[in-house]
């Protein structure tokens, strides 16, 4: 199972909300290459990178930190938040990008989505499945929607998706443990799906119950920036 640590962005700073809340914003590091270096340093390969005020205006604002740290490390990136057009999608790849995370738009607009998985194939574009109550939510979860996250979620393996990252709205920034059970669900469902699971990890015990269910990743966050899961226990439960 990868781990796969989270930077999440507003005006360019590192920061964590607590359950998609703008108004509960933690600013941790006012240069999230440092951060980055940090992850990498401590051999994680990989960085899930937010765009926060994208996900709010609908279009990426954030680029020239995704570029700075695809340019001064080695991880492997993906990029979510504000990706709602070509232009966007061009954007992120340009700045080194290896994976782009549609959520909003593959509710909105589906057939760019489909478009997209078209033309840059399964391995670069990912689906985000973030629901609360079992219910898709959009735009920086601050729209719910009726759409079942299993339904949406058949629906695009469907059409080819290989790779999705499930939030649960209602665990995200609690540090109260993930939601095992939709985690759980997916991976029955859909065994031969990339499922990255996000939100609500605490604690090491948490990964390694998310690691029992083979799941492809899990994205840990704020559980890093808090000191409830330190870089060095990471560093071992990878070996």
Not at 110 to 127: F, N, T, Y
Not at 174 to 199: C, M, T, V
């Amino acid at each position: 199972m990868h781990i796969i640590p989270a930077i999440d962005l507003i005006e360019g700073k590192a920061v964590r909300l607590t359950q998609g809340d703008y108004s509960q914003k933690k600013e941790y590091n006012a240069r999230p290459l440092e951060v980055a270096q940090q992850f990498e340093d401590a051999g994680l390969t990989r960085l899930h990178l937010v765009d926060l005020d994208g996900a709010k205006e609908k279009r990426v604002i954030n680029w020239k930190v995704l570029e700075l740290i695809t340019s001064k490390t080695s991880l492997h990136v993906d990029f979510g938040g504000g990706v709602q057009s070509d232009e966007d999608l061009r954007i992120v790849f340009e700045c080194g990008a290896k994976q782009v995370t549609g959520g909003s738009i593959a509710v909105k607009q589906p057939d760019v989505m489909e478009r997209w998985l078209s033309q840059q194939g399964a391995e670069k574009i990912i689906l985000g499945a973030d629901a609360k109550n079992e219910k898709i939510a959009v735009s920086g979860w601050e729209e719910a929607t009726e759409v079942w996250v299993y339904d949406f979620v058949e629906r695009w393996t469907e059409n080819g998706i290989r790779y999705v990252i499930s939030t649960d709205v209602a665990k995200d920034g609690l540090l109260e443990g993930p939601s095992f059970e939709l985690y759980r669900n997916l991976q029955d469902q859909f065994p031969k799906l990339n499922i990255i699971a996000s939100g609500g990890v605490s604690s090491m015990a948490d990964l390694e119950t998310l690691a029992d269910m083979n799941l492809f990743g899990v994205i840990v966050g704020k559980a890093i920036y808090e000191g409830r899961v330190t870089l060095k226990e990471l560093r071992k439960f990878m070996e």
